[in-house]
């Protein structure tokens, strides 16, 4: 039987520790030497391919806005909030208004595009998204927002995506424009 592999971010004050099956990830690479658990190991082997390297890289970019989390994960938080929350998610994801990508047989989203709070969903987020929904997928754009941009003077996009929105869809956009011609 396969093992489900769950990866949460836990801030950066919180050391490494496995609990549960969930892996909390400070140092990625560090955990993997000092720890002979048979999750690293599992984390290990998952991470020798390319996407899983990238889905490994990614996870510092998230998390200062709530990092990644998988969509039934979003859908127990949201269910709590409203009774329509988890149908309205699911639609929401099917629209493709929601940036999501599959990864090791589930299905990610990025938390910045959600209030942690209320789980409202972030229309800064989702405009910027349309920038690129035309010619990136799921996984392109969740990497987009995770990579320096030299339009945001090397910042990366999920960072400036709060406090500088109309800089961070002028970058979408001039990248569109880029794809487009």
Avoid: C
Avoid at 83 to 101: H, K, M, W, Y
Wanted: overall charge positive; glycine content about 6%.
């Amino acid at each position: 039987m396969a093992r489900r592999v769950v990866v949460h971010l836990a801030a950066p004050s919180e050391h490494r520790h496995f609990r549960k099956g969930v892996l909390h990830v400070k140092s990625f690479a560090s955990s993997l030497l000092n720890s002979a658990d048979v999750e690293a190991r599992m984390m290990y082997d998952l991470a020798s391919d390319a996407r899983s390297s990238q889905f490994v890289a990614m996870l510092p970019a998230f998390r200062s806005s709530g990092g990644l989390a998988t969509s039934a994960e979003i859908g127990d938080r949201v269910a709590r909030r409203r009774p329509d929350g988890l149908s309205e998610l699911a639609r929401q994801i099917a629209a493709g208004n929601l940036i999501s990508f599959e990864w090791n047989a589930s299905r990610w989203l990025p938390m910045f595009q959600f209030d942690l709070l209320t789980m409202e969903m972030d229309d800064g987020a989702r405009a910027v998204a349309r920038e690129l929904a035309s010619f990136l997928d799921g996984w392109e754009i969740t990497t987009w927002f995770a990579a320096p941009h030299a339009a945001l003077r090397g910042a990366l996009p999920v960072d400036t995506l709060k406090r500088n929105l109309t800089a961070t869809i002028d970058a979408a956009r001039l990248d569109r424009y880029v794809a487009q011609g």
